[in-house]
Every structure is written in structure tokens, then in C-alpha cells.
């Protein structure tokens, strides 16, 4: 079978799913869903393999999942997920094979600067560092990157207003992907073209004079 | 009567057959007169091996000649169709008309004598159009017979590693089927006949590992009885329609690799009995329904886009946990499940 496809379902988890308390295994791996991951996901009694790995979620990891004792697989690598990985999930040894056993936080996602395919440790090497010139801008990361000055910009897009379109176009700030960031209100660029001031009126960090 | 010896090199004066004598498929059919004057008939009582009788229909299969099919005589057509003789030694009595189909294996009676199960899933069908690759005579697939198998509750030809054929329209007729297995089958192809919304009986219904195409058809979503639906691993096209939400007794439901596209409609919310939805590795998009927090039932959600994870041999693994079926693949994922043992 060759003409096979991905699933590119969007949007978020429904909220409604942190109802089913029956649900044992929700696995949407590989696809586009957004927003962050719910807490009440870690207090379903009989969930056991939650795979959402490979998204775009975002966020924090709630402790509920490290209270739960039915979770056996949790896989949340290859999203937009920060600090901090809660202290009980990283000694749940119940989780992933044991990974955490000898990886320790590790086992559930890679820190900042290591990757691996599956976003935690895997034997033998566990999370392996990036190579040199690149790096990883969230936890559990399927790739490392080379981070540009235009890949700030948008992580400060994506942490300032992420979710609000409103505020960036108040601000004139454009798709993070563009090319014409030096238009951007409150960047400054040499003349080579390289950012060399973002004034941040918003939090008062206004410069008249862009430095 | 079963016509033998002479019947087979022509038919005797007064029968016929399409091809003038009787063949692995049919017998001669005694000539009916077609009316009280008998004018038609005498021309025929002296002659041999006649193809038609005027006045007299010839049916298929027909075996013993009365003009109509009895379930034996299309069991028989089953197994000349597949490559009887080489279904294996257990099946050998399918062959002899003479053994009553009550008795052969594979086959279960209702106590009125009612032909109620086939499994052949012990059978190699059309092993020697399968050994010789190439697409022999004596593999023609399904008889369409099959679908005047009234009593019928049950059909399994699942796991036929050979087996070529399409899935006969006429299996639609199959008012008292219950339960509906060609899953494992790879040779299984065409799209799934819109008759099948038909079988007004139906519970389970497996296809998973065929090789079909064309859409799911709306046929399928007048079977509100349905309680299991297998349609993974097949080359499908189209979506799942908003008629879903009309399977109510749906338990599981297992569309994943089979190619379909658009969006998972709201009405899978209506599938309050659904326990275990599987829908990894196609073409899906749009959201996944709020509506799905209806079903109350719900254990298992697979809606994962990455096809190269078998989320059901994967859960085989997990839920046995052993090294053997780890060996079916090779993803990490199931390396570290394995793990676990």
C-alpha cells in the first residue's frame, strides 16, 4: 500500500473527552492539534496510553499525570512543551518501559539542547545533544535547529500574543515566517539587514533611540 | 438424481444442459413439457446431448435437474469456484454431492437442517491459482449463488491468502446474516457493494485487510444493528458520512490506513455505545468532534496521522505482552512496551 496519508486533524482536544472516564487509550499521534494539554486527562482512572506526540500543543505538563496510576504510556514529545516536567512524573516508574528509571525526567521528555525521534530517552544513548550551531527551543524534541534572529522574534511573537491575532496586527507584527521583520514596529535592523534593536513598548521598555 | 458416467459426455434424450452434457457445475435438466400437446417436446426425447429444451429454463448449479438450487448444490458451486479440490483433506466430502451438506465441515445446520454458518477459515481457497500465480480457471471467486443462502447467520472465508474475487452484490440477499468475515484476505478486491446496507441482520461486519476500493457506501449506514465494523488496511476513497450517527449499537469502530479523507462528523457523538474508535494513518481533517465526549463508552481513541505505527498490532503486543509479536515490527514504541515484560 503505497497511497497512504496522514491524518491532519486540527484544532484542540476537546474538553469533552476529559468526560470519558472509561477511556484506556487516546493515541493522536501525528497530527496538528493545538492548544494546550488539559489536566484532567491525567485524573481519567483507567487511562493508560496517552500518545499526543507530534502535535502542537502547548504548555506546561500538569502534575495530575503524575499522580495517575493506570498511566503506563506517556508520550508527549514533538510538541511546544516547557518547564516544568512534574517532579513525580520523572520518578513513575510505571511510565514508558521504565525509561525513567535510569533517565529520570528524561524519560519523558528530552531537556532543552538534546533530542531524540521520540522525544524522551531511548536506550542506549538517551537524549542525544544537538549538534553544534543548533538547538532545541522546547522540552522533548524530535530535531534540534539553528536558531536565527528572526526565530526569537517569533518565540517572543508566539509567547507575547501566540493566541491573539488582535494584538499582533495592533502591534504590526506579520506571519514570524516573513522575510520583512525590520518593518515590524519596534525592530531595528543595520544595514546588512541584521536585527539590531527591538524596543518592547508594551512593557514600558520603550527607547527613543532603538537601543 | 445427480447425473453421472454417460450425463457427463452428453446429456440423455429428453435433457439438456447449456453445454449439452453435465459438467462439475451442473447436471441435465429433464425437458418440461410446455403444454399438454407435447408438440415441442418429441423432437427432443430421441436426441443427445441437447443444449436447450423449449419451454424449460435452465438454472446454474443445478445439480439434480428439478430446476431449482438447494443450499448442497450451492455449496458445491463454492467449492468449484475455489478450487475445491484443493481446499485440503478435511474438505474433501464438499465435492461428492451425495454427502448431505449438513455433514461437511465447515458447515453448521439449524436443527430444521438449514445451512446457518460457513467457516472456511481452515480452507486454502484457490491454493493452486495462489502456488502457480498465475489466474487460473479453477479460481472464479464467489458465487454469486451464495446469496440464496436464506438461513444464513454466518460467513467466514476470512485469512485466504488466495482467494480472488470480488464481493458478490447478490451477497445482499442475505437477510439472516449476522455475522460477515473476508478480513486477512488480500486478494478480496472492488469496492463493498452498496447491497450490503441489505443485511438488515448484521453485527459484525469484517473487511479490514482486503483489498478494496471505492467509498464506504451509504448502503452500509442503514445497519443499525452493526455492533463491529473492520474496514482498516484497505485503499478506500471518500469520508465517513453524517448517516454515522444512525449505527447506534456501534461498539467499534476500526477505519485506520484505508485511505479515507475529510472530516470525522459530529454525529459520532450519537454512538453511545462505541468503546474503541480507530481512525490512525489516513487522510483526516478538521477537528476532532466535542460531540465525542458523548460517548460514555469509549476506551480506545486512535486518530494518530502517522500510518507507520500499527496502533492494533501494537495493542496486540501491549495487551499480551509478549516478545513473539513484538517481532511483527520493528517501532521503538513497541520495543519499549516489550520492555515491560
Known sequence: MSDIFNNRLSGQLPESLTQLVALQILHVKSNRLTGTIHPDFGRLPFLTWFDVSTNQFHGTIAESFGSSRALRDFRVGGNMIHEPIPKSLCVNTNINGGLTRNYGCDGVLCPLGTYTEQGHAVPPEGCKPCPDGQTTIYLGASACEAITDVDILAMYYNVMFGTSPNEMQRHQWKDP?????????????DNN??????????????????? | MIFKGCAAVMCPPGTFSPSGAATM???CRPCVPSDEGGKHNPPLKKVLGSSACPGTNFVYGDLNGDGELSDREILRLLWVYTDGMNWGPDYAMWGDAGTGECLLIGV????????????????TLCAESGRSSQHSQACRGLPRELGQLRKLAILKL????????????????LSKLQHLDLGKSPFVVGSIPDSIGRLSSLKILNLARCRLNGTIPDGLYRLTRLEKLYFSLNS???SISTQLGRLTNLKEF???????SGRIPDEVGDLIHLENLELYGNNLT?????????????RRIGTSGRSSVLFRDVLVSYDSLTNASCQTFSTIDCLVNCQKV
Not at chain 1, 515566517?177 to 535592523?189: L, P, Q, R, S, V
Not at chain 1, 539587514?193 to 527613543?208: H, K, M
Not at chain 2, 453448521?108 to 480452507?123: H, M, N, P, Q
Open chain 1, 177 to 189: 515566517e516573513g522575510d520583512d521583520w525590520c518593518t515590524w514596529k519596534g525592530i531595528t535592523c
Open chain 1, 193 to 211: 539587514g541584521e536585527i539590531s534593536a527591538i524596543r518592547f513598548p508594551l512593557l514600558g521598555l520603550d527607547d527613543p533611540d532603538g537601543y
Open chain 2, 25 to 27: 457445475e451442473y447436471g
Open chain 2, 108 to 123: 453448521k445446520c439449524s436443527d430444521k437442517d438449514e445451512v446457518i454458518e460457513i467457516d472456511l477459515s481452515g480452507a
Open chain 2, 158 to 173: 476470512n485469512e485466504q491468502k488466495y482467494l480472488r474475487t470480488t464481493i458478490p452484490s447478490e451477497l445482499g440477499l
Open chain 2, 236 to 238: 478506500l476513497s471518500g
Open chain 2, 254 to 260: 476500526m477505519v485506520s490506513r484505508a485511505s479515507i
Open chain 2, 286 to 298: 478538521g477537528t476532532i468532534p466535542a460531540s465525542i465526549g458523548n460517548c460514555s463508552s469509549l
